[in-house]
Each structure stands twice: as C-alpha cells, then as structure tokens.
C-alpha cells in the first residue's frame, strides 16, 4: 500500500538537494533529468500496485 | 497619544570620562543599545562586571521590527529579569494556517509540549522589548550595580591594541576618547565597528522586496499565523499576517526585485493593497511601513582579539523563522559568562574562542534554516517554482508533503555536540539533554528547573542520592522528578547527574559521578 504519511528524517535536506540538483539545467534538461528520476525511484519501489497507487494519487490532484 | 518609540529613554548627558585629561579605562564597552547590546550589558552587570552601553540614538526602536521570540529568548529573558514582563504583554500562539491561492493548504498546531514554564513563541513589538531592558537596567543601577547607558553617544574610530581597545566617541559637544578592555559591538546589520574594523561580512543577498506594514485596527482574525502562497490579492508573491498586541498586526507582502522603493512606501500606495487583502470596509490606521530586501550572511570570526560581534552585527538571516533577534539574545548568552569568567580571572582568555564556534556553528544553522525557508517562498527558478507548486497542491490532501511546505522554521536553539567544553558522557540518557543542548525545562518540587538553575554552573541530580560536589557549584537535588522531567532527563535510567554551564546549556551527564570527575568538568566547560 502507497505510504501517504511524512517518511523522509530531513525533508527540508532533500528538497534543497533536489532543487540544487536542477541548478544550471534549461527546461528540457530538468525535465529529462526529473524523469530520470522517477524512473529509479521506481525501480527502488518495485511493488506494482504501489506504483499504480501513487500515479492514481498524483493525477488526482488539482492544480 | 505619545508612542513608546518617540519618546527619549535614554538622552545625552555629558560624562565625567569627557573632562578627564587621559582617557578613562573601562572593563566592557557595549555598542548599541538595541536588544542584543542591553541584553548583553545587562547579563554582565548581574555577573558584577562593570560595563558602558554607548549609543548614537537615545530611543527605542523605531517600528515594531522583530516580532516573534523564541522559548528559549524567553528563558534567557528570565534569567535577566524581564520574562514576566515579555510574557504578560506579549501575545501567546499556537496555531497556524497556510493558504494556496484561494485555499486554505493546511492548518497546524505546534501543539507546544506541557511542562515548560514558558510558551512555544509569543509575539511582541521589539520597541516594548527594549523599553523593558531600558526598565531592567535602571533597576540594576538603582540596586547599585555598574552599568551605564550612554544616548548621543556614536563611536566615529576604534583602535585595537594588545591590553585594551582604544575608541572615540562624537556627541553634541564635541569628541572624546575612552579605553576598554573588551568591546561588543551590537550595533546591528550594517555595523559600523565592522566596516571601521575592516572586517569582511560575506553570504547570499536574496533579489527580492517585502513590505511590512504593522497596521493598528479591531479585526476579528483569530491569533494565528497565516501565511499565504500565491494570494489573488498579491498574485504570484506571498503575504503573511500576524497578531501583535495593542490591536497592531504585522503584514508582509512580497513585492519583487523589480520595485521602486520609495513609491511603495507611500501611503496612497500602501493603502489600497492592504484593501485587497483585509476587505475594502475594513478600518485601518497605518503604525509603521518599511520596504526590505535580506540577506543571510556572517562575518567568518565573530571575535576579534578584545572585540567580541554579536547579533546581526555578526550574522545576518533572512526574517523566515524568527531567527535573528532570538539567536542575538543566545549570543549574549553564550558570551557574558565566559567574558565574566575571564574578566574575574577564573578562566583564560581561550574560552572565547569557544564563543567563536559555537556562535558561529549556531548561525551557519540559522542561515541554512532560513535560506531554505527563503528559497521555498520566493523560488528563485521556473523548476524551483513548479516542485513549490506541486508541494502546496499535494498538502492539501496528502499529509506527507506537509513537512516539505516551508513558510519558515521556527528558531530553535543549536546543540553543540562538538563544543571543546563538553565532557564525554557515561551512561545511556536521553539524547535531547546531550552535552551542547539547552537545559529543557521542567517542573520540579521547587519550581520550574530553569529558574532553579538561575545563572551559573550547577549540578543536578535526579532520582540518585546526591553525589559531593566542589565547594561553591549549586546544587539541585531533585529525590522525586516530575514524569516530565524523568522524560527529559532520565529516559530508562533510574537517576542521572547533569552539569549545566552559566548559559543553562548541558556541560556533561554522568550516572553516578565522583567529585573528582564534577571539577574536571567545570574546568573544561571553562575551557581548561
């Protein structure tokens, strides 16, 4: 089951490496390099059903 | 009706040092009577050093400026004598709300933890801070102490030697010069000791413009923080509201980097934004309005030799997370008993270095903490801005990606786990009263612990008999501990002994400690 609860010791250490990982790329760049990313978060998550969970969550979201 | 702030606290009066032939030596020298300079004179006069406070202006400060004070400024408060006085008047919150557009993202609750004698923050004009130290330090001279306070008193040269500092004071009637033995400089963020000095001020400037506006008015918005992302009565910017007490409110819009500054200071200008976002039948009157732009920046020593920085004279943070008149105050409070110490004689000059790197580990993590609150509210790139976005639409559903919306991390104070005064702890504890961390509070059968602690070094034992202690150290023996303080303090263990430095900060803990191992960690907390 997709875990929806806070999970991550330093959450604010994480965003600020995430955006400082976007420092100097164009808009395609970041894009590549966020799918990138979501590809091997993925494969770290492995569970199908999970995965399948949370792109049902996110597109739910309005903007 | 007067205001506080218009009124001359302190005026020019001439001092016998201007007719003296030579120069007169003083002990320590304060500059600036700001609220980190007189907390600072105050906390030396009540160690029994002798000390001068000079200061270009004779009033409080001017607007209300710094708003939100911490727990722990208000435990040092206490421990200078004005705690009831900040918290009596000041305005006491818990709860939070933070808007995305035109809704409302989440609320929260900082749900403060039971046991401490004082609240999570409270808010206050700083203007009311400094009129009570003024207060605080005539009650001082009345009860005979040394410490004078010296308005139309503005430092124009500084000459450092190797036995004292040597300065020179303009006032109304003419120049004059003094000696000190040790100087601090609290004379804020744009320092003149420090450009005097030379000394470098390094760090981010952040390209963007607040108004902050503290607007007078009967409103009925419920004591909370409200923080808006995005509003549509400041699109694409933030804005933040904020209850003071005496029916003032601080606004702060976000306005850009692109702005005029002297324009949106206007009134006429002022006026209609605040229109939009409070409602065009609301009744207002305008206290103070300013335009700011911030940087987070420090100098790389905060002491130079026989000058000794402190507060935004030092370091400089963005207003994000009320970290910069709160780590002032815990500057001063590192400092004043080490300078007292050596002053006395007890300690060599070498413990002030550990006032260095303390204070400066302490700002590099208030800079980080507001640097990153200042990234996530003004992102500063088209993928910073998207991932923001996408963190404040999540959170309003996802409880997850609540800790990741940063409109600010509120002060906490920095635990200095490598200080060179911390002993090596034996035993298992709890590992929030590790040597480095401030004493936590809690309630004891004699009062809250902090103000049993008071203001020098002091030895506490719970639960255990009470070890023999050096000659002179105070001593708290506490034979039935409050669940809190078993909580805080002794975790699993059925007693622990704990050494607390003058600043209430832990020196060292022990389970069952022999005297010899009590005075070996009193002289390395004084830096032997």
Sequence with gaps: MLNTKANIADHDGFYAQLIEAHEGLDDAQSQALNARLILTLANHIGDNQVLSEAIDLVKSVSE | ?528
């Design chain 2, 1 to 528: 009706m007067t205001k506080i702030f218009e009124t001359p606290l302190y005026p020019y009066e001439r001092s016998p040092d201007q007719d003296a032939t030579t120069p007169v030596r003083h002990k320590v020298v304060v500059i600036g009577a700001g609220p980190v300079g007189l907390a600072a004179a105050i906390d030396l006069a009540q160690h029994g050093i002798p000390v001068v406070v000079v200061d270009e202006n004779d009033k409080v400060s001017h607007g209300s400026r710094a708003i939100c004070f911490s727990k722990r400024m208000l435990e040092i408060s206490d421990r200078l004598g004005i705690g009831d006085r900040l918290v009596e008047k000041g305005v006491t919150w818990n709860k939070g709300r933070v808007f995305n557009g035109e809704d409302e993202a989440y609320a929260f609750d900082l749900l403060p933890e039971t046991g401490h004698k004082r609240p999570a923050f409270i808010n206050l004009q700083q203007y009311y801070l400094e009129e009570y130290l003024v207060d605080r330090v005539r009650e001082l001279q009345a009860e005979g102490a040394e410490i004078e306070l010296r308005g139309g008193n503005k430092v124009s040269a500084i000459g450092t030697h190797e036995t004292h500092v040597s300065l020179e004071i303009d006032t109304v009637e003419g120049s004059y010069n003094i000696e000190t033995e040790w100087v601090i400089p609290c004379d804020g963020a744009g320092s003149p000791t420090r450009k005097m000095l030379g000394c470098d001020f390094g760090g981010r400037v952040f390209e963007d413009n607040f108004l902050i506006a503290d607007v007078i008015m009967q409103a009925d918005f419920p004591t909370e923080r409200w923080f808006w992302f995005d509003p549509p009565f400041n699109k694409g910017q933030s804005a933040l509201l904020h209850k003071q007490p005496d029916d003032v409110w601080r606004i702060d819009l976000q306005l850009g980097w692109d702005i005029d500054r002297e324009r949106e200071m206007q009134p006429e200008n002022v006026i209609p934004r605040l229109n939009a976002m409070l409602g065009e039948d609301v009744k207002f009157d305008l206290e103070w309005v300013s335009v700011y732009t911030f940087q987070c920046r420090r100098m790389e020593k905060f002491r130079h030799g026989r000058v000794l920085f402190a507060g935004d004279a030092a370091h400089q943070v963005s207003p994000f997370g009320a970290r910069g008149a709160n780590s002032g105050l815990q500057d001063t409070d590192n400092l004043c008993w080490k300078l007292a110490a050596v002053i006395k004689g007890e300690a060599q000059e070498n413990l002030l270095d550990t006032y260095n790197d303390e204070r400066v580990e302490a700002a590099d993590e208030n800079i980080l903490n507001s640097s990153r609150s200042t990234d996530f509210i003004t992102p500063k790139s088209g993928i910073s801005r998207i991932f923001r976005d996408a963190v404040l639409d999540l959170a309003e559903e996802n409880e997850f990606a609540r800790p990741l919306v940063n409109s600010g991390r509120l002060s906490v104070p920095a635990v200095h786990s490598d200080s060179s005064l911390n002993s090596p702890e034996t035993g298992s504890f709890p590992k929030r009263t590790r040597p480095g961390a401030s004493a936590a509070d809690a309630p004891t059968d004699d009062g809250w612990l902090l103000d049993r602690i008071g203001d020098e070094f002091a030895v506490m034992t719970a639960g255990f008999a009470a070890p023999e202690v050096p000659a002179g150290v105070k001593q708290i023996h506490i034979a039935n501990p409050s669940e809190e303080l078993k909580t805080r303090y002794m975790g699993d263990a059925g007693g622990v002994t704990v050494l607390f430095r003058p600043d209430q900060h832990i020196a060292a803990r022990w389970a069952a400690p022999s005297a010899h191992d009590i005075t070996a960690a009193i002289a390395r907390a004084k830096g032997a």
